[in-house]
């Protein structure tokens, strides 16, 4: 065996050496991507998609709230006050039908004349105190809703619904009225959107197959207390399961990371 | 010169392969992660469920106190921004510099810096590892020279200090904005809420906060959160190594065993729980990993940690104790009540002792405030009856006080004295209600 040959061999076994060297180096980089660090909730992600759960990118930042304190304001006495419309009232809350219906025109769109609708205290009580919420309004309803501490009051018991018919005319409206007391406890920080998914798909809150829509973050009424609401910081989560036109409403205690059942 | 290299190709080829598996290995030695990563994720997926309350969350600062011009202190609660929170929030982006230390072993120069005027005291409840301290803070300080934190006092100044104190031996490092930081954030969240006068002393060789002064407290409701004992058992005892749990009563304790190492106790006069863990083999946590290892196995437990706070630790016996804490006082029951205290496993057993109710939402209240007389009556009340030498520790906190059966809790403010090792209630201590 010469030099020459020895060499030969040398070189072809060093190129063998090279391409599996190599080729165990891009198949790590090709891979690395999907085997990065993944944290808890991203594991839960990826088995939600694996069960045909459709999530909407959810953010990891904790919000902050507080337990706070709220009353069902009266409206029956300056119910009895407002022109056009003829309302009743169940559970402290109003339901008024308007004599003539609010219809959309042309040069003034429906969510102006709303808007003119709560700045006038002749027709509305309170209008002034509600916001509109896009992500809380449906085809047939458009929510406004009260504030606490700048978040949206998730509960009907601060809510103003005008209900609308087929024709898009507004019908009359369902309306809420809370007055908010002080904090019972200083503010804190609460769980994540992303975290409040987690928990609902963990304890087996989010049937197979269904679409999460976006999460609003707002204030629920927990429990009643001495004729008093305490209401904590939630994540309100709407599913819709394929082939129903309805969806449902979840809502998650942001302080605690328990279900809230008491919908309403 | 081309005919050379036509000579010599053989040569240079082989340099060049050899050059390149060199170098390719090379690369394969500096990232190995290539080849490790594939079980992690599967593995992950398997373990248990997701913590609501970060490790920072637990590892908090309980009290605030402010430092007047005067050198006069008065403790905060009650603010509805909530400052704690605000300061260690605007805290996370300063960039503080040059640890120094400033004093040792000098109780005098010790009390001078906790007094520092026009400043902010964060106190811990007991001393905290300075990685966690870091990690709550965003900070860089070396825990190898200093090891523990007790308490933060952070000067208002365009670029403050910080000084970070530690009881033990009276040691205080100090740190140094390196630039201007944003106070308005912080003096917004100060506004309002309630103060109390304080006043640092130290009490056999303890610093302890005093109150000079009467002190009127309100008292607060809560309903209860009820742990389902089965979850408990579940989570706790069930893992692959286990076939089967088995459970005997007898005498109103509930026992569960899982094999020859894990035993569980209830006892339901009283919601409270004893696991045990023989796990034969010890392991040993340093000061600096032992809160992370602990807060980990806290977090296992599905105990609601929502107004959960660290609250003591023993580095002999490798032992934590979270509390329940409202507004930042900590709260006390006899039947350790929204308590969980674990011990590592450093003589070869896993300990915990924990309840199955804890605190879950405030409810308004409609009780009054109660006034308790100024820490100097107790603290000479203490010294006429023979205690005062053995009290090591002095906190205003509230008594566990059940309400509607079962269903609500109220918390009376009482002072509590650390009495040779176990915090007692002063009103117990004096009625002779505590085993001696």
Redesign the interface.
């Known amino acids: 065996m010469n030099f020459r040959r020895i060499q030969w061999i040398f070189l072809w076994a060093f190129i063998v050496v090279d391409l599996v060297l190599a080729s165990t180096f891009f198949w790590g980089v090709h891979f690395t991507p999907g085997q990065r660090q993944l944290t808890q909730a991203q594991i839960t992600l990826k088995e939600m998609r694996g069960d045909g759960i459709t999530v909407p990118k959810l953010s990891e930042h904790r919000q902050s709230g507080y337990y706070i304190v709220a009353r069902p304001g009266d409206l029956t006495p300056g119910q009895r006050k407002l022109v056009n419309q003829t309302s009743r009232e169940n559970d402290g809350q109003v339901t008024a039908t308007f004599d003539r219906p609010i219809t959309p025109r042309h040069r003034l769109p429906l969510a102006q004349q709303l808007d003119f609708l709560l700045k006038d205290p002749q027709r509305i009580q309170h209008g002034q105190a509600y916001h509109y919420n896009r992500l809380l309004s449906t085809n047939t309803t458009r929510v406004y809703t009260q504030m606490i501490k700048g978040e949206p009051v998730l509960s009907s018991a601060g809510q103003l619904t005008f209900t609308l018919n087929r024709q898009g005319e507004v019908t009359g409206y369902r309306q809420g009225y809370l007055t908010a007391g002080k904090p019972l406890r200083p503010e804190n920080n609460t769980i994540s959107a992303l975290q409040a998914v987690v928990w609902l798909y963990r304890h087996n809150e989010i049937p197979n197959g269904t679409r999460l829509n976006d999460l609003t973050y707002g204030y629920s009424q927990l429990l009643t207390h001495a004729g008093q609401g305490v209401y904590v910081p939630t994540w309100q989560v709407s599913l819709r399961s394929k082939g129903t036109p309805q969806g449902e409403n979840l809502r998650v205690n942001a302080f605690s990371g328990t279900i809230i059942r008491d919908n309403n | 010169m081309i005919k050379r290299i036509k000579e010599n190709a053989?040569?240079i080829?082989?340099t060049l392969?050899?050059g390149?598996?060199i170098l390719?290995?090379g690369?394969?030695w500096i990232?190995p992660f290539?080849?490790e990563?594939?079980q992690?994720?599967d593995s992950?997926?398997t373990?248990h469920?997701?913590t609501?309350q970060t490790l920072s969350?637990i590892y908090q600062p309980t009290q605030l106190i402010k430092t007047q011009a005067d050198q006069s202190q008065q403790l905060l609660y009650?603010?509805?921004?909530?400052p704690r929170?605000v300061i260690q929030k605007q805290m996370r982006g300063w960039q503080l510099r040059r640890l120094t230390q400033v004093a040792s072993r000098n109780e005098h120069d010790y009390l001078q810096i906790l007094r520092t005027e026009q400043a902010l005291v964060l106190v811990y409840p007991d001393p905290v590892a300075t990685t966690i301290f870091n990690q709550t803070f965003n900070q860089q300080v070396d825990p190898h020279r200093l090891a523990t934190i007790n308490r933060i006092v952070i000067t208002m100044r365009a670029t403050p200090r910080v000084y970070l104190l530690q009881d033990r031996n009276y040691q205080v490092y100090r740190l140094t904005a390196t630039k201007a930081v944003d106070w308005a954030p912080i003096k917004a969240a100060l506004a309002g809420?309630h103060q109390v006068n304080v006043d640092f002393q130290i009490i056999n060789r303890h610093p302890l906060m005093t109150f000079p002064h009467p002190v009127t407290m309100p008292t607060y409701t809560a309903?209860l959160?009820h742990q389902n004992l089965d979850n408990l058992t579940q989570t706790l005892m069930a893992d692959s190594t286990v076939a089967a749990i088995r459970s005997t009563t007898k005498n109103g304790v509930k026992t569960f065993t899982a094999g020859p190492s894990r035993k569980l106790t209830y006892t339901k006069a009283t919601g409270q729980v004893q696991y045990e863990d023989y796990r034969g083999k010890d392991s040993n946590y340093s000061t600096q990993s032992l809160p992370t290892h602990l807060y980990n196995q806290l977090a296992a437990t599905g105990v609601?940690l929502?107004q959960i706070h660290y609250d003591a630790v023993v580095p002999a016996s490798q032992t934590i104790t979270y509390r329940s804490t409202?507004?930042g006082f900590p709260i006390f029951s006899n039947d350790n009540y929204g308590t969980v205290r674990i011990k590592a496993n450093n003589d070869g057993v896993e300990r915990y002792q924990l309840s199955l109710i804890s605190l879950?939402?405030?409810?308004?209240t409609?009780n009054k405030a109660v006034t308790l007389p100024s820490s100097v009556a107790i603290l000479n009340k203490l010294h006429q009856v023979g205690k005062l030498k053995d009290i090591r520790g002095l906190r205003l906190g509230y008594y566990w006080q059940p309400g509607a059966p079962g269903k609500t809790v109220t918390l009376q403010p009482a002072y509590y004295l650390d009495y040779r090792g176990d915090w007692v209630r002063y009103q117990d201590l004096i009625e002779g209600r505590v085993n001696e």
């Open positions: 053989l040569p080829a082989l392969v050899v390149l598996s390719l290995s690369v394969a990232n290539h080849y990563h594939r992690s994720a992950l997926a373990s469920q997701a609501m969350d009650g603010q509805d921004r909530n929170l809420g309903t959160a609601p929502e409202v507004e879950a939402t405030p409810l308004p409609a």
